[in-house]
Each structure stands twice: as C-alpha cells, then as structure tokens.
C-alpha cells in the first residue's frame, strides 16, 4: 500500500503562486514512485483548473479542499462534486476541522459531504479529530468515533474502500504543536480497531514539518500526511514527501 502526502493550501496563494508551487511539486516527484507514496495537493477553488494544468502529465493528485452536498441547485457561493469532477478533481478533503469549527459543519453535514463526494466520483479524505479540552478530559477516542461512526454509517464496503481518513487533533493545525508520534500512533491504532479489518489508510495532520515528518511516518499505523503551511513551499512540501518515503514501514 502506497503512503499519501497531501497538500491543503487552505485560503492561500493567488493564482499565479498556485501555478508555481504545483510545478514545483510535480518537479520534485518527478523520480517518486506512486506505489510507494501518493502525493496530492489541494489548492483554493479558483485555482483548480489553472494547477490541474500545471499538475498534467505527472502523478500529483488534484484534491478539493471542500464540496457541497447537492449535485447542483440553487446554493449561492456553492461549489458541487460534479463541477470538481469535471475539472480533473480526483479526491476531497470532507469535514476539516475549520469546516467544523468556522463553518458549522456538524456530523450530518460531513455525512452527507461524503456521499455527494462518492456519488459524483471523487474519493474523500475524511478529517476527524478531538479539540484541546476533549483530550484534556480524556474524551478524544469517544470524539472520534462519534465522528467515524456519523460518516460511515451505511456505507457500503466498496465505498469505505474509497476513503481516508485524516487524523488531524485540532490543538495541532497551525499551531506548531505537533502531536507527538506517541500519541499520533495511539489513536492510528484505536481508528484502525474502531473500523475494522478493512479499514482505510489513515493520515496525521497537524503541523507536520520537514523536522518531525520522519519520526511520524516511521510510527506504526501512520500511513502518511494531511500538511497545511507546510505544504505552500514546494521545498518543506517535498522535504516531507521524501521523509515519508524514506521511513521504515513497520507492518
Ligand atoms: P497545519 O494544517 O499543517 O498547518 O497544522 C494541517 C491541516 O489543517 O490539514
């Protein structure tokens, strides 16, 4: 199974550094096998079809940071996952915790996300994770699989095939604190036990880094990253491609 690095540029860049920083990423991997990682950016919406243009012809994958439910209707501001699709989209991130937090997305609103995603072909990056004062209480394995369990209930077992899941603890984006591999490895593993033995890969977000990206990526049940600033200079971004790839696989 291949590793993923994506990276979400959140609401960063303007088109012409867009262009450039996804030319710098499809340089960098150029040599990379996508067996062994999968490397996968998502700019802001405008810019899709402009990076897709730059991303042409090599293995980085397009991602959307966000979808609406509904195919198409009258939703002002919206943008659906038929329209990502037809601009080469192939995967999007699905309840982020800034759509969570920032937006009001509740556990309803990702799953229905998540089947507009799968309806309209493209594969989902699902994002769970626990805020400060949930881990501080002990509560974030209950957090999170009150997120896992809101998203895949009844999801067939060829559509959770279709999946990621980002693991991303909400006291770790952008803020500098990264979770520690420690406790990273210790909720991969209970995602894993709570999902079962056909459970998908499982990515850790939160201020990866050049520095701790190998450290993490050689964690048991890591099975690669979701990097937000990291990812908008192709030098840091490709530092942690190239730490993934070169860490030991422990399974
Ligand atoms: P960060 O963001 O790497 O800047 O912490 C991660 C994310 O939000 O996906």
């Known amino acids: 199974m291949p590793r993923y690095v994506v990276g979400n540029w959140k609401m960063h ?21 996508p067996a062994e990682v999968v490397v996968g950016v998502a700019p802001p919406f405008p810019f899709l079809e402009a990076v897709g243009r730059a991303i042409a012809g090599s293995a980085v994958l397009l991602v959307a940071q966000d979808l609406h439910p509904e195919a198409q209707g009258a939703f002002t501001g919206a943008v659906s996952g038929p329209m990502l699709a037809s601009l080469g989209v192939e995967r999007v991130l699905v309840g982020h915790s800034e759509r969570r937090s920032l937006f009001g997305e509740d556990d309803a609103c990702v799953a229905a996300k998540l089947r507009g995603a799968l309806a309209a072909g493209l594969d989902p990056i699902l994002c769970v994770g626990e805020r400060l004062a949930e881990r501080e209480a002990g509560r974030q394995e209950a957090v999170v699989a009150a997120q896992l369990d809101a998203a895949f209930a009844d ?89 993934c790839r070169a860490a030991p696989r422990s399974e």
Not at 13 to 33: C, F, P, Q, Y
């Open 13 to 33: 860049t303007l088109r012409d550094e867009a262009v450039s920083l996804a030319e710098g990423v499809a340089r960098g991997i150029r040599d990379l096998d």
């Open 155 to 243: 999801l067939d077992p060829a559509a959770r095939a279709r999946l990621l899941v980002a693991y991303e603890p909400v006291w770790a984006i952008g803020t500098g604190v990264t979770a520690t591999p420690e406790q990273a490895g210790a909720m991969h593993a209970f995602i894993r036990s709570h999902l079962g033995p056909a459970a998908p890969p499982i990515l850790y977000g939160g201020s990866v880094k050049p520095k701790n990206a190998s450290d993490l990526a050689a964690t048991p049940g890591i099975d690669g990253f979701l990097v937000g600033g990291a990812s908008l200079d192709a030098d840091s971004f490709l530092a942690i491609v190239e730490g």
